[in-house]
């Protein structure tokens, strides 16, 4: 079964893009032209968690000083 497409232009002209995608003329483009999102480009998931970790931690301490957006810590979030 074919999916269905829609014309999106930009300064290179018309492309086609599947319906039900988001992005528009360009990313499609880019789609054609490079290899993105491969599985040699991804992050490690290591990294990822690590990144998580730091991000808490940081929540924590603006949180502590006032800093932060946060008045009291989040339900998921447990004090150090």
Do not use: H
């Amino acid at each position: 079964m074919a999916s269905s497409t829609r014309t999106e232009t930009d300064a290179f002209g018309p492309i086609e893009v599947e319906s039900d995608k988001y992005w528009g003329a360009q990313t499609q483009r880019s789609l054609g032209n490079f290899k993105i999102n491969q599985p040699q480009d991804r992050m490690p998931e290591g990294v990822v968690r690590a990144f998580g970790i730091l991000k808490g931690a940081a929540a924590i301490v603006n949180m502590r000083y006032g800093l932060g957006m946060f008045r009291k810590l989040p339900a998921n979030q447990t004090r150090c």
